[in-house]
């Protein structure tokens, strides 16, 4: 357990299931980014109860507070509150016990609702790596890895569509653990079909057992099919990358629009009221602008030609300033989850340092009664 973990019951709240109402303890874990919160019955306490002393033989620091037979905590304020302050006194004896037996077990991480230990974690995924070795068991693990892709491509298709920037980083923060799982799930296939592979070929006689027995065609298609899902893992975390911006009201619609001539530009432009000029190579200027060096030698279509290509550039102009807004929004939305971690720190290491103040204070109290 970490030792920047702790734990508090601060609230209770009541719950109904069918036609009976119970009392559900709120338990706070301030986590070093984050706050979880878990909701637990008193049955649960007890289940676990019995739990860490079957596994680890041994009653955890601070006993349960008793179960009331006679009264209840659903309609019973004082009670409930008397089993508050006691649940949330075991709780934190198990956390700040020098003895880490209790908090280090399986049944009260799960309790909590935190990862599993790291060695345990190896042990799956031993065990998944194994699983995988079984050809069917490829197949069914690669399945799973192109559903985690779906959801994927899914929440990207609504973060493109979200309204606001909260809603586009929660939702691409969901589709990057589905890209995580994907990306293991491709390195454990990768790692399993390789061994396959290898073990096939070592194999003179080709008979290494009718359960993992693979081809050589049937290799080059799982092959073929893994790099299918790495290119479509790859495409997504690009899209991952790219917050997409919709300007507001059609922007760059507006000002295409508003860059094309109109017809009384056109025919002032061209002089429909003098038709003889129409067919003539000299100039007709729309007004008293001023010639240039790009403008003096061209005719009337010359001139057309050349207001064309600066609208195009212009568009061209537009869009770059569009990306270049994108990343800048992007890298706002970066520096914004920057500093709401920064400050959650901040916020816990004052914590941190009330609570040292307490101590202090308190043992400032105790040399004062020494003395």
Do not use: C
């Not at 601070?62 to 089993?83: D, G, H």
């Not at 700040?96 to 009260?108: C, I, K, M």
């Not at 998944?128 to 994927?152: F, G, I, T």
């Not at 929660?170 to 890209?179: G, P, V």
């Amino acid at each position: 357990m970490a030792p920047s973990l702790q734990i508090s019951i601060p609230t209770t709240s009541i719950a109904q299931q069918g036609n009976k109402s119970y009392t559900l303890y709120h338990i706070q874990l301030a986590l070093p980014i984050r706050t979880h919160e878990t909701r637990k019955r008193y049955s649960d306490f007890t289940s676990l109860h019995e739990t860490l002393l079957s596994t680890t033989g041994s009653a955890p620091p601070s006993p349960l507070p008793a179960k009331s037979w006679l009264r209840s905590t659903v309609n019973n304020a004082e009670l409930t509150e008397q089993r508050r302050r006691g649940l949330e006194a075991y709780v934190r004896a198990i956390l700040d016990a020098n003895d880490a037996r209790w908090r280090s077990s399986t049944s009260w991480r799960h309790f909590l609702g935190l990862p599993n230990d790291p060695s345990q974690s190896q042990k799956i995924r031993q065990q998944n790596d194994n699983a995988a070795a079984d050809p069917a068991a490829w197949l069914d693990l690669h399945r799973s890895v192109k559903d985690q892709l779906q959801e994927a491509r899914q929440l990207l298709k609504k973060r493109d569509a979200a309204a606001t920037a909260q809603e586009q980083h929660a939702i691409s923060a969901s589709a990057k653990a589905s890209l995580v799982r994907a990306a293991t799930g491709l390195a454990t296939l990768d790692a399993a079909l390789s061994k396959s592979a290898s073990k096939a070929k070592d194999d003179s006689d080709g008979d290494w057992g009718q359960s993992s027995r693979l081809g050589e065609g049937e290799v080059r298609r799982r092959k073929d099919m893994l790099q299918l899902a790495r290119s479509e893992t790859e495409t997504l975390e690009s899209q991952l990358k790219s917050l997409v911006v919709k300007p507001q009201g059609s922007m760059l619609s507006a000002t295409s629009a508003a860059a094309t001539a109109s017809e009384s530009d056109k025919r002032a432009l061209w002089g429909e009221h003098n038709t003889a000029s129409m067919r003539s190579s000299r100039r007709v200027l729309g007004g008293p602008a001023q010639e240039t060096d790009k403008t003096r030698e061209l005719d009337n279509k010359g001139v057309l030609q050349l207001q064309q290509r600066i609208m195009g550039e212009q568009e061209q102009d537009v869009l770059e300033i569009g990306k270049a807004v994108t990343r800048m929004k992007e890298m706002g939305i970066m520096i914004n989850e920057e500093l709401v971690v920064q400050n959650e720190m901040l916020g816990m290491l004052d914590t941190d340092v009330d609570r040292v103040q307490g101590k202090i204070d308190v043992a400032k109290k105790r040399i004062k009664k020494i003395n």
